[in-house]
């Protein structure tokens, strides 16, 4: 299967700082890629929908000013985690996609993020 | 109602048994479905895609009825490899391409 490689895969920041978050579509162009943030013994909820060259779409509830998407190329979009504090660690995990119904999502490897 | 809803776990069952995850989805518009696979601590890994006939692939049975926005997973002769949570999958847009993710359901396969 194709790979999704996201970095980095752990991560422990102050409160206040900011973290980013690379999700590369290694193999493939990927048009679309999600975020999605899982808590402990929770499914993984979307975040946004990023396609490329255009700004991000963001789920209800979650705050774009501060969960920052950038998918500039076909093959990398980050995220990045602006002045976190400890109710945003999490699990964040990225996918990306090439086409549209009943394509494969391929999902990165996850990122641990925890703030003291 | 939530979009997409999974029988509550975890299922605890001995090697050889045979299993069945339920699942159902609110979003008539929806348009794909799978079954992904999730291990502690790691990503989800897409187990098989469900098509309206109902598809097989070794020990794993999926169907789907549209009608009644139900999906179920079948998993024949448990392996203790099995155990993991499986979690419902389905395209939250026409085009296929956001996913909905249900909250999983625990399987494990013991000796």
């Known amino acids: 299967g194709a790979v999704v490689s996201q970095h980095p895969s752990w991560v422990i920041c102050k409160s206040g700082t900011s973290v980013k978050i690379e999700c590369r579509s290694l193999d493939f162009q990927a048009t679309t890629m999600f975020w999605y943030r899982q808590f402990p013994k929770q499914s993984l909820m979307l975040m946004a929908t990023?396609?490329?060259?255009?700004?991000?779409?963001?789920e209800q509830g979650v705050e774009k000013d501060k969960f920052l998407i950038n998918h500039a190329s076909l093959t990398l979009s980050t995220l990045t985690v602006t002045s976190a504090h400890p109710e945003d660690s999490s699990f964040y995990i990225c996918?990306?996609?090439?086409?549209?119904?009943?394509?494969?999502?391929?999902f990165g490897q996850g990122t641990r993020l925890t703030v003291v | 109602r939530k979009e997409v809803e999974q029988d509550p776990g975890p299922f605890n069952v001995p090697e050889g048994a045979t299993v069945a995850f339920n699942c159902t989805y609110s979003?008539?518009?929806?348009?794909?479905f799978f079954w992904y696979r999730q291990d502690c601590r790691k990503e989800p890994k897409l187990l098989m895609s469900v098509y309206s006939s109902g598809n097989e692939d070794g020990r794993f049975t999926a169907q789907l009825n549209r009608a009644s926005q139900y999906i179920s997973l079948l998993i024949r002769d448990s392996k203790l490899s099995d155990s993991a949570t499986y979690l419902c999958v389905v395209s939250a847009n026409q085009a296929g391409t956001a996913l909905i993710f249900g909250k999983g359901t625990t399987l494990s396969v013991s000796s």
């Open positions: 996918s990306a996609s090439w086409g549209g119904a009943g394509t494969e999502a391929f």
């Open positions: 979003n008539s518009a929806s348009q794909s």
């Open positions: 990023s396609n490329e060259g255009s700004k991000a779409t963001y």
